[in-house]
T-cell receptor, first 113, second 112 residues
Framework: KQEVTQIPAALSVPEGENLVLNCSFTDSAIYNLQWFRQDPGKGLTSLLLIQSSQREQTSGRLNASLDKSSGRSTLYIAASQPGDSATYLC????????????FGTGTRLKVLA | KAGVTQTPRYLIKTRGQQVTLSCSPISGHRSVSWYQQTPGQGLQFLFE???????NKGNFPGRFSGRQFSNSRSEMNVSTLELGDSALYLC???????????FGPGTRLTVT
């Protein structure tokens, strides 16, 4: 049974700092991994999608890496800003064709001005 | 291109009632998935529909059901509401199901 863990659960950093969010999964047979951000009371916004054949994806100040063999993904945020404050969730979809995303519990990020 | 829309955005129901939530996917997307989000359990998968067929179902009681129409719009129904059903219900659409998922704003259901 796939389990997804995110560490740390919460993080508070000063503006401008570079930071790394971690996501671990127990079953390496994944089709893809997706990072989302969620603002309080809102839906999820897709940040980056990494397919199983890829090692990383970049979008602006965000870079996500994937190491299937070790069951890990990291989301790197460069030069953090107060507007980055949100909960960040990673989710994996199994390659067994079940078509359901398994979500981690999220990292609640607060960037202090 | 319009995003995923969900209606209604907020809903207050009484225990024992039933409720129907609606989701309109991005144009051209044929897969719609539903999730329940609560503070205690996080985001949990309810079910996924593709071309009007339920392809997968999560571990929820039979009170939770859904369907998908020929235009890919989807509805989910919860019967005999319980207090524990209070949650944010999110739907997501994608081209095929295993592709990138796009989420709607959610429906906040409160059961009193």
């Amino acid at each position: 049974k796939q389990e997804v863990t995110q560490i740390p659960a919460a993080l508070s950093v000063p503006e401008g700092e570079n930071l790394v969010l971690n996501c671990s999964f127990t079953d390496s047979a994944i089709y893809n991994l997706q990072w989302f951000r969620q603002d309080p009371g809102k839906g999820l916004t897709s940040l980056l999608l990494i397919q199983s054949s890829q090692r990383e994806q970049t979008s602006g100040r965000l870079n996500a890496s994937l190491d299937k063999s070790s069951g890990r993904s990291t989301l790197y945020i460069a030069a953090s800003q107060p507007g980055d404050s949100a909960t960040y969730l990673c989710a994996v979809i199994s390659s067994s064709g079940t078509y359901k995303y398994i979500f981690g519990t999220g990292t609640r990020l607060k960037v202090l001005a | 291109k319009a995003g995923v829309t969900q209606t209604p955005r907020y809903l207050i129901k009484t225990r024992g009632q039933q409720v129907t939530l609606s989701c309109s996917p991005i144009s051209g997307h044929r897969s719609v998935s539903w999730y329940q989000q609560t503070p205690g359990q996080g985001l949990q998968f309810l079910f996924e529909y593709f071309s009007e067929t339920q392809r997968n179902k999560g571990n929820f009681p039979g009170r939770f059901s859904g369907r998908q129409f020929s235009n890919s719009r989807s509805e989910m129904n919860v019967s005999t509401l319980e207090l524990g059903d209070s949650a944010l219900y999110l739907c997501a659409s994608s081209m095929q199901g295993a592709n990138e998922q796009y989420f709607g704003p959610g429906t906040r259901l409160t059961v009193t």
